[in-house]
């Protein structure tokens, strides 16, 4: 599926769009992972919780779980908040 | 150094060369290594530490805490970063900043086991290479509160078990709102040069304390370290060490800038002896910098603030200036000739100053305000290198 990636982590993927698979957010981490190395730990801390600053929506609808489920077809937009100065 | 004198003086015995001046050999050639709130510098210096050419931006918005060049190849460089929104990191050069690396593995606690609260690092604060004896051995503080170890040059870390799980951690550290207004921090690690297994490391807050085993075990070492008036000197956790530094010429002393004072230690003995009762009433010994000489253990500076009322954290009355003590603490002396005279508003932060091995010392110090500047006579006289950059997090100088 594809997933939208914000400009901070551009300099991982090289590109604003990319593509991965999992049947959840945290199997399309994995993956991104895989492919990208050293881009799940700026996004998910050690304890597999959700950097504050970092959000993750489906379709348009922001998710909170990184066992929410994937249906074939779902697109994935990572955001960085905006917020500080 | 006398090699090429001696090189010279057989062949002008043997007849083959008409005698000739040994041409002097150039001096070292300084690098400055400034890390600051939006990214970092490398400021490479002529031989006589006059002129800088300015390398960067290096991670231009990254905070970077620390950035820190390997003295065992003089080439190898470690910078601890995060940006505000995304992770800690920790990236690496081996070319001296002209390509990097990330970390494959920064420094981060182990996963907690179901239903436990985990730490997280949030930024890797401190970086300190390892023994003369173990290439490639790194050590990093972060906060909060945590010591971890690499082996491979930096590209992965492994935290430091025996501190960071010592059944006394908690009451050490105390509560996760203490220590600094951005996170308490772990600093100041410290390896004798006599021994790779002999370490110190300090937290803010949660004191000093000493491992001889490699990191496995650890002991406070606070005795005669004050803390703030009302509070119990026995509680790990109301210690709040600003910066430790020990004596490459004399690795049984250290020297202490803390939240309560300037301090010496001279191990065996465990007492730490508060030496900044010497500084003038109306500066105070309260910083956060300490460095000390490289060959005089004797001889050693602060960046005193203003640690008054709500700690405004500026240079006192505005007007910046080292101190430096020439008897092991006994006296100070105001060092400001070349800093602004008054309205001068910044201070230096506890990784922000630093002495480079010349002869005289060199010393630098980047300011909250972004200032880079230096003194090329142990602190007589200091020149502005670099205005303008972003709040300078740390300063490191080396001669590779």
């Given at each position: 599926m594809k997933v939208?990636?914000?400009?901070?982590?551009?300099?991982?993927?090289?590109?604003?769009?990319?593509?991965?698979?999992?049947?959840?957010?945290?199997d399309v981490l994995e993956d991104l992972e895989?492919?990208?190395?050293?881009?799940?730990?700026?996004?998910?801390?050690?304890q597999d919780r959700m950097r504050p600053h970092i959000r993750f929506f489906v379709n348009g609808e922001q998710v909170f779980e990184l066992a929410h489920r994937l249906r074939e077809g779902d697109s994935i937009q990572i955001v960085q908040a905006l917020s500080g100065g | 150094m006398v090699a090429p004198s001696r090189r010279m003086a057989a062949g002008a015995r043997r007849g083959s060369a008409p005698a000739r001046r040994p041409r002097p050999r150039p001096a070292?050639?300084?690098?400055?290594?400034?890390?600051?709130?939006?990214?970092?510098?490398?400021?490479h210096g002529d031989g006589a530490r006059r002129s800088w050419r300015a390398d960067g931006p290096h991670f231009l918005g990254h905070v970077v805490h620390h950035l820190v060049l390997d003295p065992r190849d003089g080439r190898t460089l470690l910078a601890a970063a995060r940006t505000g929104h995304l992770g800690p990191t920790v990236f690496r050069s081996t070319d001296r900043g002209r390509s990097w690396t990330e970390a494959a593995r920064p420094p981060a606690f182990p996963k907690a086991p179901e239903g436990e609260q985990g730490r997280v690092v949030d930024h890797t604060f401190w970086l300190t290479p390892g023994h003369a004896s173990e290439p490639g051995a790194w050590y990093a503080g972060t906060s909060p509160q945590g010591l971890f170890?690499?082996?491979?040059g930096g590209a992965t870390w492994m935290p430091v078990a025996g501190f960071n799980?010592?059944?006394?951690y908690r009451t050490w550290v105390g509560s996760e709102q203490g220590g600094t207004p951005d996170g308490p921090k772990l600093h100041s690690v410290l390896v004798d040069p006599r021994d790779a297994a002999h370490l110190y490391l300090a937290m803010s807050s949660g004191g000093v304390h000493e491992s001889h085993d490699a990191g496995r075990t650890w002991a406070p070492i606070v005795r005669g370290l004050e803390v703030v008036e009302g509070f119990d000197p026995a509680n790990l956790a109301f210690h709040d060490p600003h910066c430790v530094r020990l004596c490459p010429s004399a690795p049984d002393r250290l020297y202490q800038q803390n939240h309560c004072g300037i301090y010496r230690l001279d191990r065996p003995s465990d007492a730490w002896v508060r030496v900044g009762k010497g500084m003038p009433e109306r500066i105070g010994d309260i910083g956060f910098p300490v460095v000390v000489h490289p060959r005089d253990a004797d001889t050693a500076w602060v960046f005193p603030m203003d640690g008054t009322s709500v700690w405004p954290r500026t240079s006192p009355g505005g007007r910046p200036a080292a101190y430096v003590t020439r008897d092991g603490g006994a006296s100070w002396r105001r060092l400001d000739r070349g800093f602004p005279r008054r309205q001068?508003?910044?201070?230096?932060?506890?990784?922000?100053?630093?002495a480079d091995g010349g002869d005289p010392v060199g010393l630098y110090v980047g300011?909250?305000?972004?200032?880079?500047?230096?003194?090329?006579?142990?602190?007589?006289?200091?020149?502005?290198v670099a205005r303008h950059l972003p709040e300078i997090y740390a300063v490191e100088v080396a001669t590779p």
């Open positions: 939208l990636v914000p400009s901070p982590l551009r300099s991982y993927t090289g590109a604003r769009e990319v593509e991965a698979a999992g049947t959840t957010i945290a895989r492919r990208h190395p050293g881009l799940r730990f700026r996004m998910i801390d050690e | 070292p050639r300084t690098l400055a290594l400034v890390a600051t709130r939006k990214g970092a510098w490398l400021f170890r690499s082996d491979d799980d010592h059944p006394q001068a508003w910044w201070t230096v932060k506890r990784q922000a100053m630093a300011t909250t305000s972004g200032e880079l500047w230096a003194s090329r006579d142990e602190g007589r006289s200091w020149a502005c």
